[in-house]
T-cell receptor, first 112, second 113 residues
């Protein structure tokens, strides 16, 4: 079973708007990561937030982590057509070997 | 520096046939992983390896075997393919250390008829 649940499953917005995706998970984690997948391609790492961090920024990306609620959010500001992709959260649960457990993903469509 | 490569890119098998998927990385990473992704789903871990000569089961290991004879290569085998194994298979690798991210290959699309 997959640990992460992502919400919404699909999101369609206009170019220039902000996009927010949410992820919930079940067990204690070392870190939580967000990946992007363009159609038919492999996953590309976007950002990693450690369990003792609450917020992290990278360019137009902002990630928050609330370990008490076991949830995270990814905000993409000033969206562009090139941001159209599926976004996955992945948790690195405590226990070693850096095994990631992925959510089902959010399909983001940016309309020009 | 090619990163993580996978061969083949696409394969069609008949039920009962066998095949091996090859993953290679040139980043000297210790850890390697095989995932499968079914339509509309996230990735699920099949098997993984924490070093040359070691392998371990992931979330969905049944019907698959793996080998890590060389540090840079991680092979995934299907002994007797079933239609339920139709999927896209991704390999990934990473260095040790809990802050490390995984680097993914481009995927192998497998269709079992």
């Amino acid at each position: 079973s997959q640990q992460g649940e992502e919400d919404p499953q699909a999101l369609s917005i206009q170019e220039g708007e902000n996009a927010t995706m949410n992820c919930s998970y079940k067990t204690s984690i070392n870190n939580l990561q967000w990946y992007r997948q363009n159609s038919g391609r492999g996953l590309v790492h976007l950002i990693l937030i450690r369990s003792n961090e609450r917020e992290k920024h990278s360019g137009r990306l902002r990630v928050t982590l609330d370990t008490s609620k076991k949830s995270s959010s990814l905000l993409i500001t000033a969206s562009r057509a090139a941001d159209t992709a599926s976004y996955f959260c992945a948790t690195d649960a405590k226990g070693g070997a850096q095994k990631l457990v992925f959510g089902q993903g959010t399909r983001l469509t940016i309309n020009p | 520096n090619a990163g993580v490569t996978q061969t083949p890119k696409f394969r069609v098998l008949k039920t009962g046939q066998s095949m091996t998927l090859l993953c290679a990385q040139d980043m000297n990473h210790e850890y390697m992983y095989w995932y499968r992704q079914d339509p509309g789903m996230g990735l699920r871990l099949i098997h993984y390896s924490v070093g040359e000569g070691t392998t371990a089961k992931g979330e969905v290991p049944d019907g698959y075997n793996v080998s890590r004879l060389k540090k840079q290569n991680f092979l995934l085998g299907l002994e007797s393919a079933a239609p339920s194994q139709t999927s896209v298979y991704f390999c990934a690798s990473t260095s040790t250390g809990f802050r490390e991210t995984q680097y993914f290959g481009p995927g192998t699309r497998l269709l079992v008829l």
